[in-house]
């Protein structure tokens, strides 16, 4: 028996092309590859700074996830780098087992497992609802008016960054709760109201991510380059008295610029109490796990703040011990069946071969060569550490629009910058230096695809990414010559220029 229908002819799949992007990094692979050896600079280091124009322009292109391009990153080192000589002894090779035991030592870094166990703190945050009920509270507190509310943001983003030490989980956190006060004040989703509260949201996560060392993974980033490569460290107490007062002045201006560039439409709109006050009934009373979660919280930022003064521990160490107080049986909180899929393990994987790009770039001196290379170019080595700060964070700056991640712009820009630091002759704080760039290594302000957060907001189609380039610009302005204001005054004070 035959069917009268005929069926429908199979439709073959598209073949996936090959990202132009990816083709563009193995070409810029090759290029430096086949480009003279300088005189001054070992194969290895040549063939590490070859890796190192890979992975920018992947990175700025995002031909590939940041997952992909870190395998791909750490499979060029174990390859180029095992066929390439020593530093010490140019007739022997290091061999791929060696380079690939380069190519994975950031993942022994204390700073990859101080980023681990605040993926966890984070997941367990949004696993008991806590960071949910600590929005909640901070916003019925403020008040609800829209004036109040967009004071409200900030200061949701301020907590929050002080116990949830990741961007995107405070802003994924926030992000619900803003939404449904915008629904509840009954306004469209493209007024000004709705763009100026989610552009804040956004903006502000980036501000206090200068302002708190555990807020962003950027941060431990830094950290981890400032123990790897200077010997030292700032502690998370004296990274808080440097980057608050920025952050501070910073949030006041946000919210000044959102209300005369985004002016909002009423200035006391009914129902924005009634959607809080109803949002805390529905959590009901705080639950055991977050009142335990909380005080675990609270403990760590007790630890944290008095690194140095009231005991030895650093960071990671009492990081790792609320860890434990938070998975114990009956005490705890969570196990590891509840976060395991909560946690980016992505980010872990990028953080680790970020680390080890950075330190691989300094074992074969191709940092201290660009560095070197750097200062003899630009003239650096003639100015005074405030106009050094400045130059430097002007390039960081404008490099960051290329890129979507200030992990990425870190692991590529940072080891260079110590190097160029480490080259620069004069007496000034090269670690405060350190810490001052990495302030601005989260200027993520002016396109949205700059930084997660930002995408997170603009997913809620309350604002477009010219409104929030029009605040950014500004933003990104102000901060930097407040930056260097501060440079001037307070920073120079404390003994960090």
Same mark, same amino acid.
């Given at each position: ?39 001054d ?26 997952e ?13 780098l ?21 190519? !994975? ?108 060392q ?43 610029? #959102? ?43 007790l ?98 629009l290329?890129f ?17 630091l ?11 230096m ?6 601005? #290594? ?21 604002f ?19 930056? !260097? ?13």
């Amino acid at each position: 028996m035959t069917s009268s229908a005929t069926a429908p002819a199979a439709v073959p799949p598209k073949k996936a092309k090959i990202p132009v992007g990816l083709v563009a990094g193995f070409l810029a692979l090759i290029l430096v590859l086949l480009a003279p050896l300088p005189a001054d600079l070992a194969p290895a280091g040549h063939r590490m700074l070859a890796i190192l124009v890979f992975a920018v322009v992947v990175w700025i292109t995002e031909a590939v996830s940041y997952e992909a391009s870190a395998i791909m990153i750490t499979t060029l080192m174990a390859f180029l780098l095992g066929t390439a000589p020593t530093i010490k002894d140019p007739s022997v090779v290091y061999g791929t087992s060696a380079a690939i035991s380069m190519a !994975l030592a950031g993942f022994s870094n204390s700073a990859l497992a101080l980023v681990a166990g605040a993926l966890f703190i984070a997941a367990a945050m949004t696993y008991t609802g806590l960071d949910r009920r600590i929005a909640l509270v901070t916003l019925a507190r403020i008040g609800t008016s829209t004036r109040r509310i967009l004071i409200g943001c900030i200061a949701v983003t301020i907590v929050l960054s002080l116990v949830v030490p990741s961007a995107t989980a405070r802003s994924a956190a926030v992000v619900p709760i803003m939404m449904g006060v915008i629904a509840a004040f009954g306004v469209e989703k493209r007024s000004n109201i709705a763009a100026g509260i989610m552009i804040i949201v956004a903006q502000a996560t980036s501000i206090w991510n200068v302002g708190i060392q555990t807020a962003a993974a950027q941060n431990l980033l830094t950290v981890g380059f400032m123990e790897k490569m200077l010997g030292e460290r700032v502690t998370w107490a004296d990274w808080l008295v440097a980057g608050t007062p920025w952050a501070l002045i910073m949030s006041a201006v946000l919210i000044f610029l #959102v209300l005369k560039m985004l002016p909002p439409e009423s200035d006391n709109i009914a129902g924005g109490k009634e959607a809080v006050e109803k949002s805390l009934q529905e959590l009901g009373p705080m639950t055991a796990p977050q009142k335990r979660l909380m005080a675990v919280s609270l403990l760590l930022l007790l630890c944290w703040a008095t690194e140095g003064k009231l005991h030895r521990f650093d960071t990671t160490s009492t990081t790792y011990f609320g860890l434990v107080l938070l998975m114990l049986p009956r005490i705890g909180v969570m196990t590891w069946k509840d976060v395991q899929s909560r946690i980016p393990w992505g980010t872990v994987i990028v953080f680790g071969v970020g680390i080890s790009l950075g330190t691989a770039l300094l074992t074969t001196q191709a940092g201290q060569w660009l560095g070197a290379q750097v200062v003899a170019r630009t003239g650096l080595d003639h100015l005074g550490p405030l106009a050094i700060f400045a130059v430097l964070a002007a390039f960081l700056i404008l490099i960051h629009l290329g890129f979507a991640s200030a992990t990425a712009l870190t692991s590529a820009m940072l080891p260079i910058l110590i190097a160029v630091l480490a080259t620069l002759p004069g007496d000034f704080n090269r670690l405060g230096m350190t810490m001052l760039l990495g302030f601005v #290594v989260s200027y993520g302000f002016i396109l949205p695809i700059n930084a997660p957060q930002n995408m997170v907001c603009l997913g809620t189609e309350t604002f477009t990414a010219k409104q929030f380039a029009k605040v950014g610009i500004v933003i990104s302005l102000v901060g930097y010559v407040l930056m !260097l204001g501060m440079g001037l005054t307070y920073w120079r004070w404390l003994g960090w220029l």
